[in-house]
T-cell receptor, first 116, second 116 residues
Framework: EAGVTQFPSHSVIEKGQTVTLRCDPI?????LYWYRRVMGKEIKFLLH????????ESGMPNNRFLAERTGGTYSTLKVQPAELEDSGVYFC??????????????FGAGSRLTVL | AQSVTQLDSQVPVFEEAPVELRCNYS??????LFWYVQYPNQGLQLLLK??????LVKGINGFEAEFNKSQTSFHLRKPSVHISDTAEYFC??????????????FGQGTILTVHP
């Protein structure tokens, strides 16, 4: 089974530019999550998709961030325009539809964003 | 609201020595508890989880953790570490109900360095 794939693995852009991060979840996983780790801080929840619908976007920092999941498959996270404080590692995770007990998330390797 | 505190940011240890990585949490609701590990250039991998039942949880690679409800702790232990255990370890919690599944609150991480 292929894991969660994210790309690019590393992106370096200048302040004010736009970057789009992509996540391909495990096939058949309805739940898709984005998390972010800013340097020296803890990993923080950004948002949660169930199929193509946003279930919870309470962690999105501001309206410069736009996440989409058209067709309920892969997801993109666009940052426009990027600011210095957006630098960090963006993780994507996926899980199957909820059954009994907790959903175990499978994480991707992350996309490192550096804004200069 | 939930919070997680990992009491040590870095833990150096010699090979074959025992190790304990400490994690305390705060929550007004019931929680599930997790430990994840991130090896260099890889994604987060689940080590173990506590959902209910026995408070001693065994995970992969010889790790175990004990849930202590009265002390709100979930410390991770291994009786004898290997060089390959060098990684960053994250403690995380999630709520147990509603739409909170998969929405993890992470600690700041503990870097475990195993020396020969």
């Amino acid at each position: 089974e292929a894991g969660v794939t994210q790309f690019p693995s590393h992106s370096v852009i200048e302040k004010g530019q736009t970057v789009t991060l992509r996540c391909d979840p495990i096939s058949g996983h309805d739940n898709l999550y984005w998390y972010r780790r800013v340097m020296g801080k803890e990993i923080k929840f950004l948002l949660h998709f169930v199929k193509e619908s946003k279930q919870d976007e309470s962690g999105m920092p501001n309206n410069r961030f736009l996440a989409e999941r058209t067709g309920g498959t892969y997801s993109t996270l666009k940052v426009q325009p990027a600011e210095l404080e957006d630098s960090g590692v963006y993780f994507c995770a996926s899980s199957q539809a909820r059954g009994g007990g907790a959903n175990v998330l499978t994480f991707g390797a992350g996309s490192r964003l550096t804004v200069l | 609201a939930q919070s997680v505190t990992q009491l040590d940011s870095q833990v150096p240890v010699f090979e074959e020595a025992p190790v304990e990585l400490r994690c305390n949490y705060s929550s007004s609701v019931s929680v599930y508890l997790f430990w994840y590990v991130q090896y260099p250039n890889q994604g987060l991998q689940l080590l173990l989880k506590y959902l209910s039942g026995s408070t001693l949880v065994k995970g992969i690679n010889g790790f175990e953790a004990e849930f202590n409800k009265s002390q709100t702790s979930f410390h991770l232990r291994k009786p004898s570490v290997h060089i390959s255990d060098t990684a960053e370890y994250f403690c995380a919690v999630s709520g147990t109900g509603g739409t909170s599944y998969g929405k993890l609150t992470f600690g700041q991480g503990t870097i475990l360095t195993v020396h020969p």
